[in-house]
């Protein structure tokens, strides 16, 4: 069984820092397209970052140089680097994941994951 679980989420004010840890268990990294989503109260699911094994990644937008995402296969982790933050950051982070490479440049879309964690929550705010 496949299991994603998220950390670090926490309350932080506007132009700090925090970095999110998605442990897995189960999971393959053989190949992987995995990422982070998030949903902030009253509005749709949306994908953040995503990255696959053969080094394809995307990035929203409204996150483009000041989140990272990154993996640690020995330590069967992804992590996301959230820097100079904003109030409309604010959300729940979770982290997805799947072994279809097929859908690598499709990895910001929910529709592509097959795993997921239960969240962690980012509140931005002074």
């Known amino acids: 069984e496949v299991q994603l679980v998220e950390s670090g989420g926490d309350w932080v004010q506007p132009g700090g820092s925090l970095k999110l840890s998605c442990t897995t268990s189960?999971?393959?990294?053989?190949?992987?397209?995995i990422g982070w989503f998030r949903q902030a109260p009253g509005k749709e699911r949306e994908g953040v970052q995503c990255i696959s094994s053969d080094g394809n990644s995307r990035s929203s937008t409204s996150v483009k140089g000041r989140f990272t995402i990154s993996v640690d296969i020995a330590a069967n982790a992804v992590y996301l680097q959230m820097n100079s933050l904003k109030a409309e950051d604010t959300a729940v982070y979770y982290c997805?994941?799947?072994?279809?490479?097929?859908?690598?440049?499709?990895?910001?879309?929910?529709?592509?994951?097959?795993?997921w964690g239960n969240g962690t929550l980012v509140t931005v705010s002074s």
């Open positions: 997805a994941a799947t072994t279809n490479l097929l859908y690598k440049v499709l990895c910001l879309r929910s529709q592509a994951m097959d795993y």
């Open positions: 189960g999971f393959s990294f053989n190949d992987y397209v």
